[in-house]
């Protein structure tokens, strides 16, 4: 099993900064990616980052020059870095680990964090 723990979300104003972390445990290997996703109110989850295992990462078009994904290995976890921060960033914001599990691609998911822009 895979636990993901997300923190760092909270209230902002527009323009500001918040970092988000996941910290992963468990059968974490045969890692293919890891990235965050967000869903607002009444709107489907999408895709914010990702990062792959070779390191290359991926952004949705709206936050890209104004957030940042990375990991530290290390400590396995990934960061979420969100500069500029605006209202319509306001979202849950979950973890997402993508692995193979016999051959199988699994997703495992976090608990998810709020993040509040405030105009």
């Known amino acids: 099993q895979v636990q993901l723990v997300e923190s760092g979300g909270g209230l902002v104003q527009a323009g500001g900064s918040l970092r988000l972390s996941c910290a992963a445990s468990?059968?974490?290997?045969?890692?293919?990616?890891m990235g965050w996703y967000r869903q607002a109110p009444g709107k489907q989850r999408d895709m914010v980052a990702i990062?792959?295992?070779?390191?290359?990462?991926n952004y949705a078009d709206s936050v890209k020059g104004r957030f940042t994904i990375s990991r530290d290995n290390a400590k396995n976890t990934v960061y979420l870095q969100m500069n500029s921060l605006k209202a319509e960033d306001t979202a849950v914001y979950y973890c997402?680990?993508?692995?193979?599990?016999?051959?199988?691609?699994?997703?495992?998911w976090g608990q998810g964090t709020q993040v509040t822009v405030s105009s």
């Open positions: 468990g059968s974490i290997f045969s890692i293919a990616a």
């Open positions: 990062i792959v295992s070779g390191g290359s990462t």
């Open positions: 997402n680990l993508h692995k193979w599990v016999a051959g199988i691609p699994r997703d495992y």
